[in-house]
């Protein structure tokens, strides 16, 4: 995978960061301490692409087999294998790897769609409907009537634009794994090969 790529992918994370903190400045969209029930979806999808950074950072800290293992044993419709309540007791939120989490997990919450009239639409979270429903029925209408928002398709459009082959087609978020891991640990032997080390 050419760097730059990857360079560029975290480009498009840094703006979905941007447009996310600027719909939070503007609003009182929050999520609830603690919070990690759409990590516990048995519906996250990312693209293999967005796995890359993931699976590289566990080859460079020699932890890939063990994810690689996981990630097998996880149910391709189970919950994100990153997935961990028990660091939100301790503030470290649930994501067991935050920093790199695909371009969906940046956007929920706080993602826009289109309607059938193309119009933006806040994709408003359960869970905030629930605990702070004025913040999110105001938000929405803001969005509704013309507040920007981070755009779940125009955000997938550039991801896929990186590279189509890789970045195009969400998968449940285990298999995306499993697939980045494997391509990323097979790029590795072939680079060791080339040096001739085993
Ligand atoms: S990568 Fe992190 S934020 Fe995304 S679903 Fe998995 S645990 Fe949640
Ligand atoms: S987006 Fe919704 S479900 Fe996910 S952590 Fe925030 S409040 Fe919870």
């Not at 603690?34 to 993931?54: D, H, I, K, Q």
């Not at 919450?109 to 119009?119: L, R, S, T």
């Not at 634009?161 to 494997?182: H, Q």
Request: positive net charge.
């Amino acid at each position: 995978m050419d760097a730059t790529v990857l360079a560029r992918l975290f480009k498009v994370y840094e703006e979905i960061d941007n447009q996310t903190a600027a719909l939070r400045a503007i609003t009182e969209l929050r999520c609830p301490p603690g919070c990690g029930t759409c990590c516990s979806s048995t519906r996250v999808e990312a693209t293999v692409l967005e796995m890359l950074p993931v699976a590289r950072d566990f080859l460079r800290r020699r932890e890939a087999l063990a994810l690689l293992e996981r990630s097998r044993a996880a149910d391709d419709e189970g919950p994100c294998v990153f997935y961990q309540p028990e660091r939100s007791a301790r503030g470290e939120g649930c994501c067991g790897v935050y920093v790199l989490r695909p371009s969906v997990c940046r956007l929920f919450g706080y993602g826009a769609v289109k309607d059938k009239y193309g119009a933006a639409q806040l994709a408003v979270c359960t869970v905030m409907n629930e605990v702070i429903p004025r913040a999110a029925q105001d938000a929405a209408y803001a969005v509704r009537r013309g507040l920007a928002a981070p755009g779940f398709t125009g955000f997938a459009r550039q991801v896929a634009g990186l590279d189509p082959a890789l970045g195009g087609k969400p998968l449940p978020i285990n298999r995306a794994l499993r697939i980045a891991l494997e391509r990323e640990g097979l790029a590795l032997q072939f680079e060791k090969g080339g040096k001739g080390e085993s």
